[in-house]
């Protein structure tokens, strides 16, 4: 009774071996991506940097000798670098870098407060895409410091998050190198602001990796020209009669290859891009845009810039989809083409070994005839050399004798090459 009363410090210790080996990243997914908790003001920069396989181990390798926390499996991270608060996420294809300042002292915009960072960015591998400076300030800036710092003809205003802020920013590069986001706090809660921030560089960052498929689209777009001129020319020789097949199921190959290519260089980028400008979408819908009076807002400025793009890389999308599939039917037809002549090749050979196999048979029923006779004449020659020999030796037999046995000769030779030829022609088991 003891033993069964007793109960171990751990009870589920034994269920829990069972845990799935993803069950605790699954979790710290679920947690971890997001910004600090911080109040106006504040300044942030975040870096974007593309990264191949070896600068991602290469960097995972400069973050753990700084940051031993750090796990191999881990894609993201956030820590203290003095006074500064860094975070780091690593995506498919790409890194952020992220740091938050003190502002005590700081004039907009300044890079003072992040120290070596600049140092610090320049051992890290990839190639720079995106570089953000962003201020939330508490009081919302005067014209003269918002013309100060942005180009007042590509200004964009937007009241974000149902209005509890509103931004200000024109997309471009600066002078530092840096774009430029201002934001004013006009009543955030709690983690709003960091959950802002998060959201306008999430939809930034997707905006800038999702434009990436559109320079490949156009890059690719004159091949897919040529291919498609090249499947017409190809679709006409196979119309006509006196085509050569070989020759065009050469040509055909060729242009499938070089059509294989294309789809194995584009796919992965032109579905990155559709997946990249769904969550462009998702971002603008969170973000509760609305516009300001005499400004572009923050979501026709994004929809005027990513949708021609979108359109741009779907209709690449399209016609390659459409090109290999007219390239299909092209080789179905030509395929059906080559079964026809082949079939008809066979139906012509066919015929001429029936008509040579009706010969043959007509040739060995003449000479089965034949052989009837010549076999009856030798065996009548032997009836006369055996007459005389008797004869000779006093015996005379009658002239019926010669009568009578000639028919019966052809007779029984005839009836014997008969049951030859039924012994042959029947099957091996004799049946």
Known sequence: ??????????????????????????????????????????????????????????????????????????????????????????????????????VEGATLFDLRPFG??????????????????????????????????????????????????????????????FGRLLIHDRGLKGDESSQLVQRLQELGNYRKIALLGLPEAQQATPLLTALEQRLTMITSHVAQKDADADQVLEQLSALSAELAEIVARTRYRMSATEAY????????????????????????????????????????????????????????????RVDTALARRNRDLLASMDRRTALQLRLQHTVEGLSVVAISYYALGLWHHLKEALELQGLHLPAWIDMVLLPVTIITVFLGVGQIRKVKRLPPDGH
Request: hydrophobic share 40%; proline share 7%; glycine share 4%.
């Open 116 to 177: 070596e960072v600049p140092c610090w960015m320049a051992e890290i591998p990839g190639r720079l895409i995106r570089s953000t400076h962003i201020a939330m300030v508490v009081n919302e800036p005067l014209p003269a410091i918002i013309a100060a710092h942005f180009a007042t003809d590509d200004l964009i205003i937007s009241d974000v998050a149902d209005g509890c802020a509103r931004i200000w920013s024109d997309f471009r590069l600066h002078e530092d190198g």
């Open 277 to 336: 400008a769904e969550i462009c979408r998702d971002r603008i819908r969170r973000l509760a845009v609305l516009p300001v009076r005499g400004y572009r807002s923050l979501d026709d400025f994004t929809e005027r810039r990513l949708l021609p793009a979108m359109r741009t890389c779907g209709a690449f999308t399209s016609r390659l989809e459409d090109l290999a599939q007219r390239t299909a039917w092209t080789s179905a037809l030509l395929r059906t």
């Open 1 to 102: 009774m003891d033993d069964m009363t007793s109960s171990p410090a751990d009870p589920f210790a034994s269920f829990r071996e069972r845990d799935h080996p993803l069950r605790a990243s699954l979790s710290r997914e679920m947690h971890i991506r997001g910004l600090p908790r911080f109040d106006a003001p504040a300044l942030a920069l975040q870096f974007m940097l593309l990264v191949d396989e070896p600068q991602a181990r290469e960097s995972i390798d400069l973050l753990s000798e700084r940051f031993p926390l750090l796990k191999p499996g881990d894609r993201f991270l956030s820590a203290r670098i003095g006074d500064l608060h860094f975070s780091w996420e690593r995506h498919t294809e790409y890194m952020t870098y992220s740091f938050l300042a003190p």
